[in-house]
């Protein structure tokens, strides 16, 4: 049997998929399930570490202790040499993602029944946008964490190629194919041309004929909608006694999934503390109060969580409402119920859609192709089902089919494939 598998480490999910030597198989990892949430609790209540779905569930249980979600967009960062508190211990957070890494690994091979050695990890096309020292620094953190977790032999594919390798697996004829993979971090597109005959290849680079990407996903999606709605029921936009705006540094990170750990420390607290004994006017001192008391109860991944139900409800309902029923300040509570619709969202995302729609323009220019060539879009990406995207890829190419794919599990099955392909054939 084979010890090579495909690891495919999500923003928000991650899969592994193997050759289990007759077929490519998504290997379950939580409750019967092929993803693993990329999330991580450390429960000091209970004195241990949760993942995925159990993690999400133990926080918003109530315990006591620190949530990690979005940890692939450390990668690349100064964050990555920092360290996220928790009852006075430092949890540095390359350990925080190892120790997710580590998880899924065991995960993985105890479903698989077998230890796994060699790995094909996805990677975006570009973890860092613009700065591609950053964006190396990103590959060697994965590199080293996939080493440190015990696999002795690792190669990375872009993750919109393993994407098209996945639909190939499926083709009988040859087809050139645009592949849109928006996931929680990045959205990937890629222009390749897949064929039957293309699966035996090793080297694709004579078929991709493009391959672009940019560091806007899901997450980015629900951190505008939370700016846009959710912080200005926090005081973010009011103005001080002296005209001043309240600072928008401590808003921006609450709305960001990975900094909103950030605004548990000390010196941050006294600093809204300040703030907030300062303010005259009665409806923002109440504002700010809830964020005092949000960030008491450690309740911003709950506000996050918010944003993101909101922006998924919306992709198929015209108008949502949400329940914040635990905004509230220490002494009061003024009930929160708020209704956000189809028009709003688009309006919250409108600048993340002119970049994504620059992208897409720029995988075409760099393939030399005319949209009339594009025989299909192939999306996959949880993200990728967002209103307004589809509809204006219909419009700029007319001609071509859209296929969905997995939308969860289309890149680990196509880093599957590369991995069987590039490492299955040298072990016995
Ligand atoms: N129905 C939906 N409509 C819109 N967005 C959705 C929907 N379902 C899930 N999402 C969003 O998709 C994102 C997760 O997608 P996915 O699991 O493909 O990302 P990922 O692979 O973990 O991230 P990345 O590939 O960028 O590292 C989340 O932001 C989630 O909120
Ligand atoms: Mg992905």
Redesign the pocket.
Known sequence: MQRVCGV?F?????TVAWHDGSQVRLLTLEDDKP?LP?VIFFNADLDEVAYGRAALTAYLDGYEGRLMRSM?SLLGTSMMEGHTEVQGRRLPYQQLLTQYMAELKRRAEGAAGQGFTHAVFGR?VHFVDDDAQADKIAEQSLQDIARAIGFQEVAFQF?PIAAALDYESRLSSEELVLVV?I????ADFSVIRLSPQGRAKIDRQDDILSNTGVHI???D??KYLSLQHLMPLLGMGGRLSNGIEMPSANYFNLATWHTINLIYSQKVVREIQDICRDIADAELKYRCECLLHLIEDRDGHWLALKA?EA??AL??APQVQLALERLRSKTQRIPVELSIDQWQLQAALQSLFVQLNATIALALKQAAVLPDQIDTIFF????S??RGLREDLATLLPRAKMVQGD??GS?GAGLAWDAHRRFGCLLP
């Open positions: 495919d999500g923003t928000s999910n991650s993803t990329s692939k975006p993750e993979d996931g929680g971090g990045t996903g899901g997450t999606f629900d993101e922006k998924i992709s198929s996959t990406g949880g993200a089902g967002v939308v969860f890149i």
